[in-house]
């Protein structure tokens, strides 16, 4: 745990699944970046989309330092490290696109995820899937990024429908 928290974010997410253990980066490192892990659309069998998440954490110089995620997830592949360019350039706020529950057909919840940095414009990865809509993006406060997060995951349902990830919350660290 970091003694920098200030705030706690969370976006809109799925109504399904628990939160893992919060990950942090190192002390005086701050997330600058992120990947994916998304299930592509499948047809016939049964969807999750989002799967997990993965944050690059830098230095203010913004050299990458390491990465951390909460949790694999189970199924979709990895997509490639999207960042903040430049230096002092930290992930800052956070939205997830979203899928209402379906009631009888095939329930995905998270489909992507876009960040928005502190000194340009938001990132995105490139293997989002298309269903649902984009949700309002949840900032952390002035002199603050993201450090850390909590992914909303629902475990394996055996036969039943799986949705895989629903959602994070994110945890803010002064700057």
Same mark, same amino acid.
């Given at each position: 745990?970091?003694?920098? =928290? ?12 628990e939160f893992t253990n919060t990950v942090y980066? %190192? ?13 592509? *659309? ?7 989309? $989002?799967?997990? $998440? ?10 990458? =330092? ?13 997509? %490639?490290? =999207? ?9 800052? @706020? =956070?939205?997830?696109?979203?899928? *209402?529950?379906?009631? $009888? ?12 940095? +502190?000194?340009?414009?938001n990132i995105f990865a490139s293997n989002g ?10 900032? &952390?406060? *002035? +002199?603050?990024?993201? &450090?850390?997060? +909590?992914?909303? $995951?629902?475990?394996?349902?055996d036969k039943e429908d799986d949705t895989a990830?629903? @959602?994070?919350?994110? %945890?803010? &660290?002064?700057?």
């Amino acid at each position: 745990k970091r003694h920098d =928290v200030v705030q706690t974010i969370e976006p809109k997410s799925g109504p399904w699944g628990e939160f893992t253990n919060t990950v942090y980066c %190192e002390t005086n490192t701050w997330a600058i970046g992120f990947r994916q892990r998304v299930e592509k *659309p499948c047809d016939k069998c049964d969807d999750t989309a $989002l799967n997990a $998440l993965e944050l690059l954490c830098g230095k203010k110089d913004g050299t990458s =330092v390491k990465s951390i995620k909460a949790h694999d997830g189970f199924w979709g592949d990895w997509s %490639e490290v =999207v960042r903040c360019p430049g230096d002092k350039n930290f992930l800052k @706020g =956070v939205s997830f696109k979203i899928e *209402p529950p379906q009631e $009888l057909g095939d329930d995905t919840a998270a489909n992507d995820c876009r960040f928005a940095c +502190s000194r340009s414009s938001n990132i995105f990865a490139s293997n989002g899937d298309p269903w649902g809509d984009w949700q309002e993006m949840k900032y &952390c406060p *002035p +002199s603050t990024a993201i &450090c850390g997060f +909590s992914l909303k $995951l629902e475990n394996m349902q055996d036969k039943e429908d799986d949705t895989a990830a629903n @959602g994070a919350k994110f %945890e803010c &660290c002064s700057l």
